[in-house]
T-cell receptor, first 115, second 113 residues
């Protein structure tokens, strides 16, 4: 079945470390997105990509980086510059032009904790 | 800028009682509207959507939402809730097919046995 796979489900990071969250989709979707979710704050957009080798900053891009070398993959790196990285991270994808008919398809999320 | 408001952050309701989760969006010439549901420690799932046509849209598990252009609202309703409906519900909107989806802050629905 087609879908989005996020890994790992749980991730622990030490202070000063960079970590990379994986997001893979087999839906043949053009656009992919990364959101951060904190309790009581809903979803905040970190980065998005509408086509391979191109991506744009969202509302809270500082301290994060992404790449889009393949249509299927959109990994997110949480760098040491992100001072408060503990959160639930969600990856999503949609068809071209924003996917009106189908909205977004979400992965099951990665919970990142700083230890 | 387009925005989505969900006035109720938490809604407790007894099992088998009706529920309404409110959603308002900033006005626009055209708008596409969505409701997503998130169960604990999971991603969001599309519950229902309004694109055009009939203003009343329904999901397969008994939820329905009505697009009201004059009131810029897209409230979610269910006549009788079950324990399994306990989840976070997000209203979302987009202005055109080229825009990103804008999410509301979410409403936590707790169904009490």
């Amino acid at each position: 079945d087609g879908g989005i796979t996020q890994s790992p489900k749980y991730l622990f990071r030490k202070e000063g470390q960079n970590v990379t969250l994986s997001c893979e989709q087999n839906l043949n979707h053009d656009a992919m997105y990364w959101y951060r979710q904190d309790p009581g704050q809903g979803l905040r957009l970190i980065y998005y990509s509408q086509i391979v080798n191109d991506f744009q900053k969202g509302d809270i891009a500082e301290g994060y980086s992404v790449s889009r070398e393949k249509k299927e993959s959109f990994p997110l790196t949480v760098t040491s510059a992100q001072k408060n990285p503990t959160a639930f991270y969600l990856c999503a994808s949609s068809t071209g032009q924003g996917g009106v008919n189908y909205g977004y398809t979400f992965g099951s999320g990665t919970r990142l904790t700083v230890v | 800028a387009q925005s989505v408001t969900q006035l109720d952050s938490q809604v407790p309701v007894f099992e088998e009682a009706p529920v309404e989760l409110r959603c308002n969006y900033s006005s626009s010439v055209s708008v596409y509207l969505f409701w997503y549901v998130q169960y604990p420690n999971q991603g969001l799932q599309l519950l229902l959507k309004y694109l055009s046509g009939s203003t009343l849209v329904k999901s397969i598990n008994g939820f329905e939402a009505e697009f009201n252009k004059s009131q810029t609202s897209f409230h979610l309703r269910k006549p009788s809730v079950h324990i399994s409906d306990t989840a976070e519900y997000f209203c979302a909107a987009k202005k055109t097919s080229y825009d990103k989806v804008i999410f509301g802050p979410g409403t936590s629905l707790s169904v009490i046995p």
